[in-house]
């Protein structure tokens, strides 16, 4: 998975729903070896896959292996995608809270306009002022 791969499947959102990463994560591209391994030389779509569930659990490489022991790759992927939905969970709910609360957003917007305007015109002013404008 990579953010500056074309295709669309290769990168997964914070605004993904669960049922978009876990089809993301079941298109994701390992080798034809069921163990999990982290190897990023020899292995590099399962490492991957490795290092994704170790970001989002905490854990380090070795340990998302070892606790992977006997899982085959295509139920690893399953395990991973739901690591991460878990993981953004919080965020995306975050979202669509901020989404679906219209005048919060219009509140925010109105007031970084405001701002914009305050710390603009002293500029605006100046260079009126330097080009003779005034």
């Known amino acids: 998975m990579s953010k500056s791969d074309p295709d669309k499947l290769a990168t997964v959102c914070i605004t993904d729903s669960p049922e978009e990463i876990k089809l993301k994560?079941?298109?994701?591209?390992?080798?034809?070896?069921?163990?999990?391994?982290?190897?990023?030389?020899?292995?590099?779509?399962v490492s991957n896959l490795v290092a994704i569930h170790s970001a989002a659990t905490g854990l380090s490489t070795?340990?998302?292996?070892?606790?992977?022991?006997?899982?085959?790759?295509?139920?690893?992927?399953?395990v991973v995608a739901e690591a991460v939905i878990e993981k953004?969970?919080?965020?995306?709910?975050?979202?669509?809270?901020?989404?679906?609360?219209?005048?919060?957003?219009?509140?925010?917007?109105?007031?970084?306009?405001?701002?914009a305007r305050?710390?603009?015109a002293p500029v605006?002013?100046?260079?009126?002022?330097?080009?003779?404008l005034n």
Do not use: M
């Open 62 to 78: 070795e340990e998302v292996v070892q606790q992977s022991i006997g899982l085959d790759t295509a139920h690893y992927k399953a």
């Open 88 to 115: 953004l969970a919080p965020v995306r709910n975050e979202v669509k809270r901020l989404k679906e609360d219209k005048s919060y957003l219009e509140k925010v917007l109105s007031c970084g306009a405001e701002k």
């Open 25 to 45: 994560f079941r298109k994701a591209v390992t080798d034809f070896t069921s163990e999990v391994t982290y190897n990023p030389e020899h292995r590099p779509g």
């Open 118 to 120: 305050e710390l603009a």
């Open 124 to 132: 605006y002013w100046e260079i009126k002022r330097l080009v003779g």
